[in-house]
């Protein structure tokens, strides 16, 4: 069983940066790993998601985050976090850690974390 703790949400003007991280515990095998959102009356949408090929990290983006939002992860440490810059109001969701076992088809989901921005 794999779970997942989310930090950094918060309050912030837009133009603002935030940082949000996740650590994850239990025995993984190589997942893919991302941030999703879900803003209020909205589907959940894929922010950004990362998979490790060997030693290298690749990275995908949703078109309105590209340029202002990196997600990076620790293998290591079996973290994840997200950065942003330049946050909008249209930004403002309650954020989610997933890991995906591609292996055992299974999802895992943090709590989850709430970002505001205000305009």
């Known amino acids: 069983q794999v779970q997942l703790v989310e930090s950094g949400g918060g309050l912030v003007q837009a133009g603002d940066s935030l940082t949000l991280s996740c650590v994850a515990s239990?025995?993984?095998?190589?997942?893919?790993m991302g941030w999703y959102r879900q803003a209020p009356g909205k589907q959940r949408e894929v922010v950004a998601s990362?998979?490790?090929?060997?030693?290298?990290?690749?990275?995908t983006y949703a078109n309105s985050v590209k340029g202002r939002f990196t997600i990076s992860r620790d293998n290591a440490k079996n973290t994840l976090s997200l950065q942003m810059i330049n946050l909008k109001p249209e930004d403002t969701a309650v954020y989610y850690c997933n890991v995906y076992e591609t292996l055992l088809s299974k999802n895992y989901w943090g709590q989850g974390t709430q970002v505001t921005v205000s305009s």
């Open positions: 239990g025995r993984m095998f190589n997942p893919r």
């Open positions: 990362i998979n490790t090929y060997g030693s290298t990290n690749v990275p």
